[in-house]
């Protein structure tokens, strides 16, 4: 039987110090069956950046844990560092570069339905052309924008 109740899933700082300094991408996953949440441990490697983009269905808290890096919005910049808890609501415009010494953090956010293959059911409506290219390699994450070239999630380069 599945253990119920508040449990300790992680140690975020164990991860980030069993992991390469330039490993990038995601780290560690919460993988828990029934969760209403998404949470992952990424890595932007030294100098790396996760090109401007939009997430139109999601709000996202993002805690930098290591490292350094920069936020750019519509609105300017913001410097990061560790233990600065960024929230980034849906529909918002950003970028992320990270420092020189790169920059690990968590990225939780309400959990996405999972990704169908086939036409959405007629009453709902959609866009019926195939959306794999946009689907990352790494992480599983659907690219909000066409012109996605990386993973706004975990910084993984997209298929063209």
């Not at 998404?38 to 100098?47: E, S, T, V």
């Not at 233990?83 to 956010?109: D, I, Q």
């Not at 959405?120 to 909000?144: F, Q």
Request: proline letters at 6%.
């Amino acid at each position: 039987m599945e253990q119920q109740g508040a449990r300790v899933v992680a140690d975020l700082g164990r991860e980030l110090a069993a992991a390469s300094p330039q490993a990038g991408g995601a780290l560690w996953r919460l993988a828990e069956s029934g969760r209403g949440l998404d949470a992952n441990l990424l890595r932007l490697p030294p100098g790396r950046t996760i090109d401007e983009h939009t997430d139109l269905a999601l709000d996202v808290l993002l805690i930098v844990l290591e490292g350094s890096g920069e936020l750019r919005t519509e609105s300017g910049s913001q410097d990061l560092r560790p233990v600065t808890a960024l929230w980034l609501p849906k529909g918002s415009r950003r970028a992320l570069a990270a420092g020189a010494e790169g920059m690990g953090y968590l990225s939780v956010h309400r959990r996405r339905p999972g990704l169908a293959i086939g036409a959405p059911p007629r009453d709902e409506g959609g866009e019926e052309a195939c959306l794999l290219g946009r689907v990352c390699p790494e992480c599983g994450r659907l690219a909000t924008e066409r012109s996605a070239r990386f993973c706004w999630n975990c910084g993984s380069a997209l298929e063209a």
